[in-house]
């Protein structure tokens, strides 16, 4: 098992910045793929960026340039770094990890956070 738990969420202005992080405890976390995919409100689920377990990133074309995901395997952190923020950002922000290599399909990631939500205005 791991257990996967988001801060860093909040209400902030459009063109403002925050930072995500992800927090992991369990199995190994440095053999873990780990992604940010977000919800807005009555929409599905949809991939933000991912990272895996070697450090090569994916980002979907909506944030590409904004948003850089990292991670620090001794603290067992994946972070989630959004500048440029646009209130289309706004949604319920949720980590996820899968072994190894990254996909952009949230079915295909085993273990889930709760969500963090974060709200952009304009």
């Known amino acids: 098992q791991v257990q996967l738990v988001e801060s860093g969420g909040g209400l902030v202005q459009a063109g403002d910045s925050l930072r995500l992080s992800c927090a992991a405890s369990?199995?190994?976390?440095?053999?873990?793929?780990m992604g940010w995919f977000r919800q807005p409100p009555g929409k599905e689920r949809e991939f933000v960026a991912a990272?895996?377990?070697?450090?090569?990133?994916t980002y979907a074309n909506s944030v590409r340039g904004r948003f850089t995901i990292s991670r620090d395997n001794a603290k067992e952190t994946v972070y989630l770094q959004m500048n440029t923020l646009k209130p289309e950002d706004s949604a319920v922000y949720y980590c996820?990890?899968?072994?190894?290599?990254?996909?952009?399909?949230?079915?295909?990631?085993?273990?889930w956070g709760q969500g963090t939500q974060v709200t952009v205005s304009s």
């Open positions: 996820a990890a899968r072994p190894y290599y990254t996909t952009v399909d949230p079915e295909t990631y085993d273990y």
């Open positions: 990272i895996n377990w070697a450090g090569v990133n």
């Open positions: 369990g199995r190994t976390f440095s053999t873990y793929a």
